[in-house]
């Protein structure tokens, strides 16, 4: 091996063995088969809390079958960008369907929530312009900021009073761009109070509801129908597909004149290929029960409850969130492996979530749960954590 390469090795197994001593090295799962409440993961069964499949949608029969109908449509890849020849009629009925289901004029597909949240701050602001974020924002909307172009600031998490300051700073545009739902701590964006901040300064408000799309709201539409704003209070809306939905990508929706912008200028939707059209009929299929299948997010939320209710009762350290993201606090990395592990060992699947993803000294297990789930299987996690937790205290 030449020189170069031995000692860039070097450095990198340096690096490497670094994270493994702070207990904070991440491990891939091999995942054998399709998503569920249980996964086959690294050769065991698994009881699934670590899936961002809400409403139980990634291995549902209609979207296999839509995908099918797609491939023998379309076959199996899109052969360019959007703007080339990747466009097809799945993808543009797809576009408009997601547009009429959170009602704004227009929608439009990236592959990633993390390429929509690049592509819209590198379409609307530039040098001299102002992006502002939440604290706890996805790395996605903090990347989206730093590369820009545009100053970057950021403000308390939630705290709209520390967001009234950093909008006090003169801008020719400033962009604000928050979670709905925050990933790591299942809380919401207090969006009714941002929406006024960002009107009282003229700023542009842009929320990422990868987490709310789908579950929130009566509709599922997210959590602008959850708190009832409509464009005019959020001119930029993008949601992902991969999480309620089952599928994979992203959307943005809004104004006519904000798509179209960024159709010219978003350089993440530009020069990347379009999704394989039969990803847009599975889409497609999801949107269709999401609309008609109203129980499965009445199930979660009656699930989320329920373990609420008994997390309480078994004095656990939850963070005060309603939705399907219930973070529970362990403190350090190497503690929130061993809880982790141990209920492994019980056949649960609950993720180790350390720094950096979140701050240093608030490791935990970020449990999710899902339509998919059971009473039983509900109740069969928190006994695993009655007797985990205990043992881990002593």
């Known amino acids: 091996m030449p020189k170069a390469a031995q000692q860039l090795d070097r450095v990198l197994r340096a690096e490497l063995d670094s994270l493994t001593a ?47 109908r797609g491939l023998d449509q379309y076959g199996t890849g899109s052969g360019a960008a959007h703007l080339v020849t990747g466009h097809t009629r799945a993808h543009h009925a797809l576009e408009e369907e997601l547009a009429e289901f959170v009602q704004r004029p227009q929608a439009l597909l990236f592959p990633s929530g993390y390429l929509a949240n690049l592509g819209i701050a590198g379409a609307l602001v530039k040098r001299g312009d102002l992006v502002v974020e939440d604290r706890l924002n996805h790395a996605s909307l903090l990347d989206a900021g730093l590369l820009s172009g545009a100053r970057f600031a950021r403000y308390a998490h939630t705290d709209t009073d520390a967001l009234h300051r950093r909008l006090a700073t003169a801008a020719r545009c400033t962009l604000v761009m928050t ?30 509801d990868a987490h709310g799309f789908g579950v929130l709201g009566a509709q599922g539409c997210g ?52 999704p394989p059209a ?48 219930q973070p529970l606090m362990i403190g350090d990395a190497a503690s929130a492996l061993t809880v982790s592990d141990a209920l492994a060992e019980r056949g649960i699947l609950a993720v180790a979530i350390r720094p950096p993803t979140v701050p240093a000294g608030s490791a935990r297990l970020r449990l999710t749960l899902t339509a998919a789930h059971s009473d039983a299987q509900v109740d069969q996690l928190l006994d695993a954590l009655t007797h985990v937790m205990r043992s881990v205290s002593r």
Not at 181 to 194: I, N, T
Request: aromatic fraction near 6%; include cysteine; proline fraction near 3%.
């Open 223 to 274: 959590v602008l129908e959850h708190f009832g704003l409509g464009t005019d209070a959020v001119p930029v809306l993008m949601a992902t597909l991969g999480k309620a939905l089952g599928t994979c990508g992203a959307f943005v929706a809004g104004s006519e004149a904000l798509i179209e912008t960024l159709i010219q200028r978003a350089r993440t939707y530009i020069y990347t290929t379009a």
């Open 179 to 208: 979670d709905s739902v925050f990933s790591m701590d299942g809380d919401l964006a207090p969006l009714p109070a941002l929406a006024r901040e960002c009107e009282q300064a003229q700023a542009v408000l842009m929320v990422d």
């Open 22 to 68: 702070r207990s904070l090295y991440r491990h891939r799962r091999i995942v054998e088969g399709p998503q569920g409440a249980e996964i086959a993961a690294n050769g065991r069964r698994l009881l699934n809390f670590s899936s961002n499949d809400y409403l139980g949608l990634a291995a549902h029969p209609a979207l296999a079958e839509a995908a099918r």
């Open 278 to 325: 039969a990803w847009a009929e599975a889409t497609r299929a999801a949107l269709r029960l999401v609309r008609t299948e109203s129980w499965r997010r009445e199930k979660l939320h009656a699930l989320i409850a329920r373990f609420r209710a008994g997390a309480a009762a078994l004095d656990l350290p939850l963070l005060d969130s309603r939705t399907a993201i």
